[in-house]
């Protein structure tokens, strides 16, 4: 057995590795107030324990305790890099830094090209180095607010994370440069559920409610109304778009544009009339007024758990099946699915073309 090396494999709440695929990381590293894209491990006796899953919001308080502890660094497993999202980051302060909207538009070709390498055209780059650098970039809200939403449900709180991001890229398809207007539509998009959970407890008929009007608009409301027991969640669920706009509210001074909280009341709108709460015509909400609603409807209504591949199954399969939900729900959307997918497809093409000419 001479020359035969042993590696140990650990499995930790279905996470699985190898002590040779950590990193240790100086606890003075990481950062407070972030959403790290990696798992973040202790060994206590040779035994791991997770402190932190990739894309978890790293508190101040839990560095401080840790610190206090005497603790000097943590073994952390990478779902993405922070190349990755130092690329992310890079470019938002270039949005910030050009001087003129043709600065601007070069930007955004070079991000459109970036995303569509990373997220259409390749299949293995995580999700979260968008996610991370979104994150980093944009998030204007009290700490209380992330914080009571992942104590309250990491379904709402994954989606919080993964619907803000979306609509950062979808007001970059829309040409919406500005970052001070990007990030109050981020941030709107943050607390768009906010009502559903939030300062409490994110209830468990409302949950499958959420997901059944995904699929299906009126199935979440048909089914709260064919229970009996459940009438106080009925009135939760269909008021929800306004009770987060006036949660949102009570944070106007983060928002650039206080008004654009009101785009949360739009959320559930659909083409036809048939949304709710207002049953609004896509013919009375602007084409503006639509930009939560890609985030919200391309985003299953489940915890997802961050993967070193999640990309591509978010990006380019979550865009064909928003296409189907869109034909079938009649969702307000049609022009965003053309500008992404347009997009998508130019960016794969530039690089293409790129690689061949080097050939
Ligand atoms: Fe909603």
């Not at 000097?72 to 050009?98: D, G, P, R, V």
């Not at 700490?143 to 991001?165: I, K, M, N």
Request: charged content about 25%; overall charge negative; some cysteine.
């Amino acid at each position: 057995m001479r020359g035969l090396k042993i590696r140990m494999e650990y499995s930790v709440k279905g996470i699985t590795f190898t002590k040779d695929e950590l990193e240790l990381v100086k606890l003075s590293d990481i950062d407070a107030n972030s959403v790290p894209p990696c798992h973040i491990f202790t060994f206590i006796q040779e035994r791991p324990f997770l402190l932190l899953r990739a894309g978890d919001f790293v508190e101040e308080e839990f560095l401080v305790k840790y610190k206090r502890k005497g603790i000097q660094s943590f073994y952390c497993l990478n779902i993405a890099s922070e190349k990755e999202s130092q690329k992310y980051k890079t470019i938002f302060s270039k949005f910030n830094n050009a001087k003129n909207e043709i600065q601007r538009r070069r930007v955004k070709d070079e991000l459109v090209k970036i995303f569509a390498d990373d997220y259409w055209k390749q299949s293995d780059k995580s999700f979260l180095s968008f996610v991370s650098a979104c994150f980093d970039q944009f998030y204007n809200l009290p700490e209380d607010v992330v914080v009571s939403l992942q104590e309250s449900s990491l379904v709402l709180y994954s989606r919080a994370l993964l619907t803000s991001s979306f609509s950062v890229m979808n007001c970059v398809m829309h040409s919406i440069l500005d970052t001070n207007f990007i990030s109050d539509l981020y941030n709107a998009s943050f607390m768009m559920d906010y009502s559903l959970g939030g300062r409490k407890e994110f209830n468990f008929l409302l949950s499958i409610a959420c997901e059944k009007e995904r699929n299906a608009p009126g199935s979440g409301i048909e089914f709260l109304k064919a229970r009996n027991d459940a009438s106080k969640e009925l009135l939760e669920f269909t008021e929800h778009p306004n009770l987060s706009a006036e949660l949102a509210l009570e944070h106007s001074n983060c928002f650039y544009n206080p008004e654009t909280v009101d785009f949360i009341r739009y959320h559930h709108e659909k083409a036809d009339g048939s949304g709710f709460p207002g049953g609004h015509t896509y013919g009375a909400i602007s084409e503006t007024e639509t930009i939560l609603m890609f985030g919200d409807n391309i985003t299953p209504f489940e915890e997802h758990i961050f993967q070193n591949y999640d990309g591509a199954l978010l990006v380019k399969e979550g865009l064909s099946k928003l296409k189907k939900l869109t034909i079938q729900n009649k969702l307000p959307l049609n022009t965003t699915l053309s500008l992404w997918e347009e997009a998508m497809k130019w960016g794969v093409a530039v690089e293409e073309r790129k690689q061949g000419e080097v050939a």
